[in-house]
């Protein structure tokens, strides 16, 4: 049976997430990436939590939609068809209540698996390789001021709660210049630019000395699927570099 969750599953969910995504036994740190509760979707099987998923929703533009995050099934109950049961329930579910639904793989091979279960390619990321050139310097920024910047370069939106939560979570830097927003964050050796917005050349290099900081090639590169009920739109959704 699938269901919407409840107080009483928040044990089982913390113990799914932390075994599939590798994060600290928080139950406080668990409900801020679900929050709140009644986006996540259970599958019991005899009164068991054995597979979840978050549809956490966005706006982008008059458009609304739902991302499905934190997929996942208990290790002893894969390989049975569980995920692509629950992705085709949230599919239905949300049928005639939003004009899309989208998620991003967690790795490549997932792909194909995603587009079995009624997903497309129609969602690219417009990627470019970054060519640091510029003198401009910029200014690191609070959670606040990267809220109000990026409203200038686009309307593709999460709850602020959950937009705080990972801003706080992941330590990110926004760096702000005359015409661009950068956010970043330092991963072990490397830096990682999940949102460039703007007229990013100019960014200076320095910013980054020490840090392997990863660029992507020139052109359009997968970066999430979706499912639309109507018809194709587009969504100016954030930029990813990793």
């Given at each position: ?6 107080p ?25 990436m ?24 966005f ?18 109950h ?28 967690a ?13 497309n ?9 970054i ?17 109000e ?13 959950v937009?705080?939560?990972?801003f706080?979570a ?14 970043y964050?330092k ?5 990682v ?15 980054f ?34």
């Open positions: 049976m699938i269901r919407i969750a409840k009483e599953d928040i044990n089982m969910i913390t113990k799914l997430l932390c075994e599939a995504f590798d994060i600290d036994d928080d139950i406080n740190d668990v409900l801020s679900i929050s709140p509760l009644e986006n996540t979707f259970v599958y019991e099987n005899e009164g068991e939590v054995i597979s979840i998923a978050s549809a956490i929703p706006t982008s533009g008059d458009k609304k939609g739902r991302y499905i995050y934190a997929v996942t099934t208990d290790i002893n894969r390989g049975k068809g569980y995920a692509g049961v629950m992705l085709e329930h949230i599919i239905n579910y949300f049928s005639g209540k939003v004009d899309v639904v989208m998620l991003k793989p790795e490549k091979t997932l792909f194909d698996f995603y587009r079995k279960n009624g997903f390619d129609e969602i690219y990321a417009d990627v470019k390789e060519v640091f050139n510029g003198n401009d310097v910029p200014e690191k920024i609070s959670f606040e001021e990267y809220k910047e990026r409203k200038k370069y686009t309307d593709f939106s999460f709850p602020e709660n937009m705080e939560y990972y706080n992941y330590e990110y830097c926004a760096l702000k210049g005359d015409d661009y927003l950068v956010l964050r991963l072990q050796n490397r830096c630019i999940d949102e460039i917005y703007g007229d990013f050349y100019k960014i200076n290099p320095a910013i000395e020490g840090l392997n900081c990863e660029a992507v090639l020139e052109g359009k590169e997968v970066y999430a699927l979706a499912h639309f009920y109507g018809g194709k739109f587009n969504i100016n959704f954030r930029v990813p570099m990793e």
